[in-house]
Structure formats: structure tokens, C-alpha cells
């Protein structure tokens, strides 16, 4: 039983000093000391545990913490005081010391702010559903993205981190939802089909225009939805409502009537801002957001330059390749395309038919895309769009969607471009630390030395002796006699039960025999480890181990992949891809195996979260996600070694099984049963005690593990 | 009404089942099956093949056994095999064998799901020999003059594994099926369940708007089928926003977030 007797400041001061480093950072504790030596058992208790998690992160912020924190106790209850600790540390991992030190000393904002993140919807919670729901409504295929205040470039849609006008959780979405659909009306609607910078700066105080023209068009933009999406249309009138938001002034009331009318569009919000512009600009609906001409100029200069060569380019594909599916046309023929709007007073906007030579096409996905974009832009496809590129015409790779080279983004300076972030469990912290990892996946260098070659000349023996073991698992049909039902009689059994029935005795029903497919259906990711420490023989093992492991694999006809990991900090997570899970057998995987060098250190974590992630978009069984390894999770200069290391990889391989994969490890490390068994739980590792045996051994576990 | 029972052979379409003719696949199916050419139906889901086999089969005057391939579906369950009747083995004919006989039309449905075997089977059916070999019997049964064979197959779902082989697909006259152009879908969908026109015209919109999410995160969209039965369940007086939820959205997705977003296309519309 814990003592529930109040600490004494003495004991509260040596913990407090050895926590904060005392030693070092000459924090003063005597005074916090005593002032927590004043409170109950149970508030000690939890104040004290929440500096020893904060310190674990920094110094600092405990200390200050700790100083805020007191007074506190009494304001607010545990729970929030966590939060904001948590909170805290949050901004600390995001922007720094600075900004978190605010957090703790404007412990008033918290409390506002944490009323915004009770109630309110943050963004990042949010941004999946509303994403989907913005691409299954028709048009341009946008984005979204955090920003502070809500306006589209009319490619993004911008959106706050928070959103906590309402009361309600579910109105706060609701709210969202509006915001997202009435900047996405912008773009489907033709908002920006005029140019508004020069329409706007004619007034003589473009700033008080630009608010009356988006008043405007909001309202034009308002009859556009209730008409598309009646049902938005009521939430957003509810929601108003909800605020006490006035209707529009007299004349307002007018404009609006004539921008409900169906084939109302800008043109007719610019021509009512001439007459609404002396008059008072009503205040904006709550889902209003902001109308930013400039960006939404120099974005679509950028668009409609590149999607018009884009179009024209990829129509000279198509034309290719339909040539090349008939022949025997007329071949010098330039060919003439045409788009049919199919006249309905309000089609989809994807109907749009492409018709080549009077004969009607079926455009691939992305160049119906483009239609529609441009259509968008435009209004309709201008004509001079529709003759297909001449050769040479236009690179058009300058404007397909790069893919940044992994290396190439590290020459200069840091940045975070074209990587995937994954959370670390911080154990002295108990919470994650979002965002944590910066992983990139990386192709290994090819290296066609005749690596396995050699290997499978080295180990022939043991290769015969694999295929073999291998074959006998493969997936086959096996017959099963004695069966209810099948599909042929067994003789043998009725032989048997007509005997049994002149003898009087009873007859089995079980005659007839049917064949079984017994399926594997097995998906493994093998992840190697590709550390420093690897260096020499350690990794020419490995090396022999996957080229034998792929043999045997082949053999087997289970479905597998390999990465390696390894990486420098956090910043630099790195999964090298070896052989992608769809990808066969083939030379270059082979010239890749080859080519595995010792990298940088062991950080583990990202790497399962990852594979764990590739692993759960493979349809088997049966998953498994084995580790080669030959140490304990290590990282250079950001505390991921020792207690923390291990805790992070462990939870990462929680994470793992909860999602339905079973994890394993074969280790060289002869010090793993101190950490091991904590990782992956007591029966899931195994300590290969001699390297050269490594080879050998992998192939034979794998065997063990998946075996019937 | 008390349930009939029939057997396969005596199963004909007596009613004209509601079609829309899409396009020339009627007359294309009518020359195939004067010519014993057999047919392929592709296309995704719910989009009205099957319909349109019964249709052929109303029209065709002929019997239709249906066959819904499974991956358990093996030659014998095809063909036949043999039962032991108090002692004696006696031989049962299996669906493909009952319809050569009879001169049926036999629709094999998801034809990829089957077992490889079962391919082989339908091969000598499937050209000019017109036979079924009974392996087990020792026999080749020659198809009756009005017997006729369709398979269907979805190449939506690419998957390796379910892929139909050039040996086959070379076999067969195809026939692609697609949804119906907005118009002729929400005549479908008023007809077929019963709601008015602006419903339809909204459901259909619906349909619209989950086939755009098709390859970001959804693996098909709305059908046709699915659209009927939440009409179904709009005239029956179920919410529009509650029928979308069960009949559509549920069914086009398990995941809980892509439910979330379809929910909230479906509150906005509605």
C-alpha cells in the first residue's frame, strides 16, 4: 500500500532536482518545493508524475509548468490540466521552446482554446471526411489545406485549424461543411470567370468593392447550392439562424432575388456591385471566409497555361494510339477533335463527349479531368484547344506532377517535401508525439555484381534442399475421402457400407470423396535491418539470407516484399525498397540485394508503422511483418536509444497486431532476451546465435512460422 | 401465393422484365444466338446484366438457368456427378449439362470467381464443337440447337488473380455494359422504384457524386441496383438522408470515414 501522507518538502525537492538537473540548470525548487508540499497526497502525486513526464521532453517547460500548475489546481480539473500540459508539449515538438513557454504561461488562453478543441472541430480531424466529400462533389479535384483563415486559390481550399463558433460539436462540422462547399461553389460556379482585380480596382476604394462583390456573389453562389444541394442549403440557413444572423438590408433582398435566378453568374454580381457599392455592405455569413483575387489570379494564369498544352499533348497521344489500333486509316489526315455538350438545361459536368473525326471517344481518366478543369476556367473548351500537339511541340513533363527525388530534396536546405509523417510514442511523455517521423522510401541502389549468383553457388546443397522442403507446403489439392458430399464416390467407403448393410450393422453415409484446395494465402514484409552496425559480415549474411529467402519464396508462391531501414534522426526516416510486395522476382531485385550497405542507425518505429500501413492494403489471410535486426532500436543525438527506443518500437508493433499482423523478429543480437521479449511479446523472436548460420536459418524459421 | 417449385429447365421468363436498350446490344445478342455464337457480358456491378438476360431469355423464348460462380465452384458442380441411391450409383446431371440438354440459356455469373477447372469445361461448349464433355460418364454430350452460353465478368475488380484468360475471353462475343446515361438512369430508377422525377433526378445525382470518389478510396460507385432499392425505400416513406444511408452507403463501403463523407454528401443533397 503507497503512503497516502503528504511528501515532505525535503523528499519533493531531491525529486525535483534530480528530474529538472538541478545539477546543471541551477533551476530554483526550494520555494516550488515547499508550495507543493502544502497540498494532499493525491494532488502531489499528480502534479509530480505530469513534471516528470514534461521533463522528459524539456526542462524547461516542466519548470514552468510546475510553477503555473499550482495555482491551477484549484481552477481547473485534472483532466484539462493534462490537456493543456500535453498541449504544450505539442507546440514544443511543432515550433519550439519559445511558443510552448507561452502555452504554459497563458494558461487563460488554454482554457479558452481547450473550450475550442472540446467543442469545436479541429482540421485535422476533419480534413479526411471533408476531402472525400469535396471530390465526390463534381469538378476540379482539390485540395485542402490548414490555413488561417478560409479563401481558395481556386486549387486549394483553405480551412482553420479550428472551428468553434457553435456550441454544438456537430454544428462546428456543419459549419465546416459549408465553408468547404461554398468555396467549392466558387470554383464550380464560375467565380472566377471574370477578372475580378480589374473589375474591383475601377472603384476607388477596391477594398470596400471587394467585400460588396463577395456579399454578392456569396449570395448568388447561396442560390446555386440550394438548388445543387437543397439539404446543405437548409444546414447553412439553420446555422445562421443558430448565430442570430440578420437577413440582408432592403435593397440587398432585391439583389438577392435577381442572383437566385438560374443563369445568373459573376457578370451579373459585378454589374450589381455598381449599384450596391455606395450603400452598406451587410456583415458576412458565418461561412463566408475570405475572397483573395490575387491568389486566385496567379493561380489560374499558372493553370490554364498548363493545362492547355497538357490537353493538347495528351490528345496527341490519344491520337496516336487510336491510329496505331487502326492502321489502315488515312494516315497524313490531321485529326479534328470536337466536344458535345450533351443540351440539358443542367448536366453533370463530366459528360462533356470528345469526338474524333465525327466518331464519338472515350477520354482516359486524366484528360476528362482536364476537360473539366478548363471547362471551369473557361466556360466551354475553346476550339484551338482541341488540335492535338504537333511532335515536339511542348515538353509536357515539365508540367506533369513531379515525384522529388529523396536525395535531391536534401541538397540545399531542409524541408519536409514529398515525405509522410508518422507519430513516436514518447514513453516518458506517455503520448505520442505527432508527426514525429519525416519518412521517405527510397529505391536501393542496383548492384549487378552476380551477388546471387554466387550465393546460390555457395549454398547449392542447402538450395536442393529448400526447394524441396518448400515445394511440399505449396498451396495444392488434396482429396478427402470419406466425405458427406463431393464430387465422386469412394469406392472404397462403399464397398465398405454395403458390407456393413448385409451385415445388419448401419451404413455410413459418408461415400464420397472431394478434393480440397488448401490456400496459403500468406502476405509478408521482410524488414531489414540496414544500420552502421551492420557493417562486414553481418550484412553479406543478410545479403545471402534474402537471396535464399527469395528462392525459397518463389518456390512457395507466398506474396512478400522487402525493405530496409535505417536513418539519422528524426528528420531523416529512411525505407529503402528492395522488392515492392507486387513486384516479381526479377534481376533488378536481385541487383538491389546486392546492393544493401550499411547506412546510418536503427530507428524502428516509423519503419513498422509504415510497413504496417503497406502491409493492410494486401488482401491475405494471413500478414506477417518479420524484423532481421541486429541490435536495439538506436538513433542519433534525439533521445530515441535505450527505455525509449525500445518503448516506441513496442508500441509501434502494439499498433501492428491490433491492426491484424503478426509480427516477428530474428535477431543477431546474443543481449536480446533483456529486450526482446518485451518487444514482441516471449514466443515471437529468435536469437540466431552465429551469423553464418543466418542464411540457413532465416529460410528455416519462415518455414516454422507459416508452416500448417 | 403458394412458392413453385421448378426445375432449371422449365424456368422461363413469362413476363417482359422492365430493360433499357442502351445501345445495339439486343440485336448483337440476337445474331449471336442465331449464329450459336456465345456471349460475354462485361461491366460493373449492378449496372443490369443480369436483367438483361432475362430480358434475352423472355425474348429469346428459352429457358434461363442461372449459375452465381463462388470460388468453391468446381467442374462437377457444373457438369454433374454421381449419388449413391440405396446402393447404387446414379448419375445427376449438374446446370451446364441440364441446359445443354434441354436447350437452355446458361449464364454463368462472375464467371472469374469459379475454379481455373471450371474453364476448361466450358471451352469445347464454347466454340464450334458445341460439345460438353461428361469425363466422368465417358461420354460428349452435343448441345441442343437452342442451347446458348453467356458469361459474365467484371474487369473492375483488377486483380491478378481474377483475371479471365485470352483462351477464354477469345471464345466469346462481348458485350459492354455500362451505367445509363443520366437521363435513361433516372427513368430507370422512377420506374423501377416507384419515386417521382425530381427524386430520381436527385438520386441519381447521388450516383454521381459516389462514382467520382471511385479510385480515391471507394473501389466502385453507386450502381443502378442500389439507386432502385433506396427509391424503394423513399417510396415506402423511409427519409431520403435514411434509405441513402442503408441502401447506398453502407453497401458501396465499410470504412467509417469514407461512410462519414458519404453521409454528408447525401445530408447535403437531400
Known sequence: MADASPLTSERIRLSLEQWLEVEFTFLQVEDLSHTIAALSREEQNFLLGWVQRIATTNIQIAHQFARHAISSLALLDQRMIGAWALHAMDIYDRAGLRPAMKVIKELDTFIQYSHERSAGVLFEDVNGILLTFVHGLSGRRLKLEQNESVFTDSETLFLPAVVARMQKAEDNFALCKAMTALLWAQTRFGTFRADLIEALTAYPDSEKALKHFHTLETLRLESCISRELPGLFREMNRLRAELGEIKPLQNWQRYAHELARPDATVHDSLRLLADAYPGEVPPPACYQGELRPEAIAQCMAARIAREKILLRAKLAEMTQDLKQQQPDETEDRPSRFKVKQPNEEHAELNQLELILDDVPVAPPEDVRQLLTSIQLDLGSIPPDYLTPAGPGEYDTSLFEPKISDPDEVWQGTYHEEGATFYPEWDFGRQHYRKNWCVMREKDVTQVHDGFSLLTLQKHSGLVKHLRRTFEAMRDENRLLKREAGGDEVDIDALVEALADAYDGSEMSDRLFMRTHRSERNIAVIFMVDMSGSTKGWINDAEREALVLLCEALETLGDRYAIYGFSGTTRKRCELYRIKRIDEPYNDEVKARISGIRPQDYTRMGFAIRHLTRLLNEVQARTKLLITLSDGKPDDYNDGYRGEYGIEDTRKALQEAQRSGIHPFCITIDSEAQNYLPHMYGAVNYTVVDEVKKLPLKVTDIYRRLTHR | ?270
Open chain 2, 1 to 270: 401465393m403458394q412458392a413453385r417449385a421448378l426445375t432449371p429447365e422449365e424456368y422461363f421468363v413469362e413476363s417482359e422484365p422492365y430493360y433499357e436498350s442502351t445501345g445495339d446490344e439486343i440485336a448483337i445478342f440476337d445474331a449471336a444466338y442465331k449464329n450459336k455464337l456465345p456471349v460475354l457480358l462485361k461491366g460493373p456491378t449492378g449496372c443490369g446484366k443480369t436483367r438483361f438476360m432475362e430480358y434475352m431469355a423472355w425474348r429469346l423464348k428459352r429457358p434461363l438457368i442461372t449459375v452465381s460462380c463462388h470460388d468453391d465452384l468446381t467442374a462437377s458442380d457444373l457438369v454433374g456427378r454421381f449419388l449413391v441411391k440405396g446402393g447404387e450409383t446414379v448419375w445427376v446431371d449438374g446446370p451446364l449439362a441440364r441446359s445443354v440438354r434441354a436447350g437452355a440459356i446458361c449464364y454463368l455469373d462472375e464467371i472469374v470467381e469459379a475454379r481455373k477447372d471450371t474453364m476448361v469445361v466450358i471451352h469445347p461448349l464454347a466454340d464450334d464443337r458445341r460439345v460438353l464433355p461428361m469425363e466422368k460418364l465417358g461420354t460428349l454430350l452435343e448441345a441442343n440447337n437452342d442451347f446458348c452460353l453467356a458469361i459474365s465478368y467484371n474487369p473492375g475488380y483488377q486483380s491478378v488473380l481474377k483475371d479471365l484468360k485470352q483462351s477464354t475471353r477469345q471464345r466469346f462475343v462481348a458485350l459492354e455494359f455500362d451505367y445509363p446515361a443520366v437521363e435513361l438512369e433516372r427513368k430507370i430508377v422512377a420506374r423501377e422504384s416507384g419515386v417521382d422525377a425530381t427524386m430520381a433526378e436527385r438520386l441519381v445525382k447521388f450516383a454521381h457524386m459516389t462514382r467520382n470518389l471511385k479510385g480515391s478510396g471507394l473501389e466502385e460507385g453507386a450502381s443502378t441496383r442500389l439507386l432502385v432499392h433506396a427509391g424503394k425505400l423513399i417510396a415506402s416513406g423511409v427519409d431520403p438522408v435514411a434509405a441513402c444511408r442503408s441502401a447506398i452507403a453502407q453497401a458501396i463501403t465499410d470504412d467509417s470515414e469514407m461512410l462519414a463523407a458519404v453521409q454528408e454528401l447525401s445530408s447535403s443533397l437531400f
